[in-house]
C-alpha cells in the first residue's frame, strides 16, 4: 500500500499517546490524523490494513481512512470522525438513569459481534496472544506459566469475532448507528476472553481508574456490569454464576496490563487464584 503525501501545515496538534500523536485539520472539524513517531512505519500499515479486512467482513466499524505520510517522513492515517458520536462509558456518565439500556444495546452489539464467523487464515487467534503475552511477561513462574497455559489451551475454541479491547468506551452511537471503534487487537477465538475485558473494566478496576478512564464513580460501573451480563447471557444464569465463570478470564488481562505498566499487578492477579 502506498502512502498518501499530506501536509502538517493543514493540522493542529491536539493530543499524543504511546505511539504517536493525533491532529485536527485546521478546515474541516470531520477530519483527524493519527500520526505515529518517527521509524513507525509497518505500525501505521498494519493498523490499516487490519482495519480494512474488518470493515469489508460487515463488522460495523468507521469506514478506514488513508495511509499517510508526511513532508518529514512520518507515517499514520487520516480518517473521517463521526461527527455528534458518544461512547456507551460517556453516555452512561452522563444520563446513569438510563445504564440498563446502554448497558442492554453494547450486550447485544457485543452479542452479535461473537456471532461474526471468521476467516481464521486472516487473522490471529486469541490464544496465540495469550501464550506469546504470556512467554514475555517476567513476572510469572515457570510453574504458573505452566498452569496458566494450560488453561487457556483448555478453553474451548470458536472461530468467530473478538474485539481485542473489549470496553465499553470502544462502542460508540450516532442517532440509531452504532459502531465498534478502536479494533486494532482485533482476532478470533472464544467470546469468553472479549467479555472478560467488560467485567475487568466495570468489577475489578479500582475506583480511580474508571473514574478517570470512564467518567463514573465504580458503583455506576458495576451497574452496567449487572445490567450487561444477563442481557448478554440471558437471564437463565444467576450472576454469581457469570462471575465465577469471567473471573479467570478478567484476571488473565494482567498479562496486557502487567506489558503496559512493567510491574505485577496482584490486585487483578488475585482474579487468577483458582487456576495458580
Not at 145 to 151: H, I
Request: hydrophobic share 35%; aromatic share 12%.
Amino acid at each position: 500500500m502506498e502512502a498518501i503525501k499530506i501536509s502538517l501545515d493543514d493540522y493542529v496538534l491536539f493530543g499524543g499517546g504511546a505511539n504517536g500523536e493525533s491532529y485536527d485539520h485546521k478546515h474541516d472539524p470531520s477530519v483527524m490524523l493519527k500520526l505515529y513517531f518517527p521509524g513507525k512505519i509497518q505500525q501505521p500499515l498494519d493498523e490499516i490494513s487490519l482495519a480494512r479486512k474488518v470493515y469489508n467482513m460487515g463488522i460495523p466499524t468507521p469506514e478506514p481512512g488513508d495511509y499517510v505520510v508526511t513532508e518529514d517522513g512520518r507515517y499514520g492515517i487520516r480518517f473521517r470522525r463521526i461527527l455528534g458520536k458518544k461512547s456507551y462509558s460517556r453516555a452512561t456518565a452522563d444520563e446513569p438513569e438510563k445504564v440498563q439500556q446502554f448497558a442492554t444495546e453494547f450486550a447485544q452489539m457485543c452479542k452479535q459481534l461473537h456471532a461474526t464467523h471468521v476467516d481464521t487464515t486472516q487473522f490471529e487467534n486469541v490464544k496465540d496472544r495469550y501464550y506469546r503475552l504470556l512467554q514475555e511477561n517476567p513476572f510469572f513462574t515457570l510453574q504458573e506459566k505452566k498452569k496458566l497455559e494450560r488453561f487457556i489451551a483448555d478453553t474451548p475454541d470458536e472461530d468467530t469475532a473478538v474485539h481485542g479491547d473489549l470496553q465499553y468506551s470502544n462502542a460508540i452511537f450516532v442517532g440509531e448507528r452504532r459502531y465498534f471503534i478502536d479494533l486494532g487487537d482485533f482476532c478470533w477465538g472464544n467470546h469468553i476472553f472479549d467479555v472478560a475485558m467488560v467485567y475487568l473494566c466495570c468489577c475489578l478496576s479500582d475506583e480511580n481508574f474508571i473514574q478517570k478512564t470512564f467518567h463514573m464513580p465504580k458503583s455506576l460501573a458495576i451497574r452496567f456490569w449487572e445490567h450487561f451480563a444477563p442481557a448478554y447471557f440471558g437471564e437463565g444464569i444467576s450472576l454469581k454464576e457469570i462471575n465465577a465463570t469471567i473471573l479467570p478470564f478478567a484476571g488473565l488481562k494482567t498479562l496486557i496490563i502487567e506489558r503496559d505498566t512493567k510491574r505485577p499487578m496482584p490486585e487483578i492477579r488475585e482474579a487468577l487464584k483458582s487456576i495458580l
